[in-house]
């Protein structure tokens, strides 16, 4: 199935997004040494889905959700390990 230019825009600007919506989050957590208000659980049920869509990305071969899953994994495992890091100071 060909993909529409308006719909590659769309998958475009929402995976950008998506990627960037963890960098306030690592900003404030590395600034202030604090992950005490981030959900622990709600991280690892994040980081667990965005590996799920990579596997998903790679069984039907789609490599637009594949690389912004990884981008995606990748942010979002930055805040998980920033929390586990910061909680082992405290």
């Known amino acids: ?8 825009t769309i998958g475009t600007i929402a995976a950008l997004l998506s990627i960037t919506s963890f960098a306030p989050q690592i900003l404030k957590i590395w600034k202030e040494k604090d992950a005490s208000a981030v959900s622990l659980r709600t991280y690892v049920v994040t980081v667990t889905g965005f590996a799920c869509w990579i ?19 990748l942010m979002s495992g ?6 586990w890091r910061f909680e082992q100071r405290g």
């Open 78 to 83: 930055a805040v998980l390990l920033m929390k």
């Open 55 to 73: 596997v998903y990305g790679i069984t039907i071969k789609a490599w637009p959700v594949i690389a912004s899953n990884i981008a995606c994994l």
């Open 1 to 8: 199935m060909a993909v529409t230019p308006v719909a590659a």
